[in-house]
């Protein structure tokens, strides 16, 4: 079955940086993108970026342009979603979802479960 | 980038009631359209995507209506698991975009 497996939470100082991880199984990873999506405490779904499987095309949401990072490791089947210059509004549970190959646009049908971070001095 | 209203904020409904949940975008997104549940302290779940089609094993109750810029999700009779949190996403133009959420609760 499809499964999306992510690294654990994180603390971190405001200015830092943190990189969560995503596994994939069941499906051949290359034939899907990965999206993130963050939730902060309370609050709704907000989009982050994408990024292809196949090609590594990546696709950021405007806000975060900058100061974040979305890579793949094919080897391993793992998606990573690095933000750095974490500010406390950036605290949050941080999901990687299973989309489409090609457009950074397109339904999730498989999530993780979620990476609490929290920024805090 | 394409604004999502649901409405209501809150829905208080009787288990065996039907629920009716509605999601407005601010220019027209077609049919592409998806619905999310959420549970507290859960990942969403893909219901509905294609304005209409539900997502593998997700139950007959659901069912998700509407084109252009008015969608509507409607449960028929709701049972205990159904009471959450649920999400549209418009993903016909960059970037794609949530609604704010309608919770679902026990009247």
């Known amino acids: 079955q499809v499964q999306l497996v992510q690294s654990g939470a994180e603390v971190k100082k405001p200015g830092a940086s943190v990189k969560v991880s995503c596994k994939a199984s069941g499906y051949t990873f290359t034939s899907y993108g990965i999206s993130w999506v963050r939730q902060a405490p309370g609050q709704g779904l907000e989009w982050m970026g994408w990024?292809?499987?196949?090609?590594?095309?990546?696709n950021y949401a405007q806000k975060l342009q900058g100061r974040v990072t979305m890579t793949t490791d094919t080897s391993t089947s793992t998606a990573y979603m690095e933000l750095r210059s974490l500010r406390s509004d950036d605290t949050a549970v941080y999901y990687c979802a299973r989309g489409s190959r090609i457009a950074a646009t397109g339904p999730s049908d498989y999530w993780g479960q979620g990476t609490l971070v929290t920024v805090s001095s | 980038e394409i604004v999502m209203t649901q409405s209501p904020a809150t829905l208080s409904v009787s288990p065996g009631e039907r629920a009716t949940l509605s999601c407005r975008a601010s220019?027209?997104?077609?049919?592409?359209l998806a619905w999310y549940q959420q549970k507290p302290g859960q990942a969403p779940r893909l219901l509905i995507y294609g304005a209409s089609t539900r997502a593998t094993g997700v139950p007959a109750r659901f069912s998700g209506s509407g084109s252009g810029t008015e969608f509507t999700l409607t449960i028929s009779s709701l049972q205990s698991a159904d009471f959450a949190v649920y999400y549209c996403?418009?993903?016909?133009?960059?970037?794609?975009?949530f609604g704010g959420g309608t919770k679902v609760e026990i009247k």
């Open positions: 220019q027209s997104v077609s049919n592409n």
């Open positions: 990024i292809s499987a196949d090609n590594g095309n990546t």
């Open positions: 996403q418009q993903y016909n133009n960059w970037p794609t975009s």
